[in-house]
């Protein structure tokens, strides 16, 4: 099992930028298909963009905003997240699915971080 520790998160005003990064380790990184999913309080998880190793994919909320991307020589993917709005604010997730598809649903995942907090403030 693949372990991921996210980092990036924080406070920003709306309008703003941030850059989440999720370091992973143990696995074989380039084979998975990489996510990254959002929580905000008394909401369900959904999902926010996925990369596998050659597709890309975003949820509309997110779309033309947020940009997936990763380095498999550092075992990391990134989300570079543009013109934040309060509703971005959520704890933001790192998740890897060891099959080698193109899958949105959070329960196809097998291995999630630890979380790191976004707050976009109005």
């Known amino acids: 099992q693949v372990q991921l520790v996210e980092s990036g998160g924080g406070l920003v005003q709306a309008g703003g930028s941030l850059r989440l990064s999720c370091a992973a380790s143990?696995?074989?990184?380039?084979?998975?298909?990489m996510g990254w999913f959002r929580q905000a309080p008394g909401k369900e998880r959904e999902f926010v963009a996925a990369i596998s190793w050659r597709t890309i994919s975003y949820a509309d909320s997110v779309k033309g905003r947020c940009t997936i991307s990763r380095d498999n020589a550092k075992n990391t993917v990134y989300l570079q997240m543009n013109s934040l709005k309060p509703e971005d604010t959520a704890v933001y997730y790192c998740a890897a699915d060891t099959a080698q598809r193109m899958r949105t649903g959070s329960h196809f995942y097998d291995s999630w971080g630890q979380g790191t907090q976004v707050t976009v403030s109005s």
């Open positions: 143990g696995g074989t990184f380039s084979s998975y298909t």
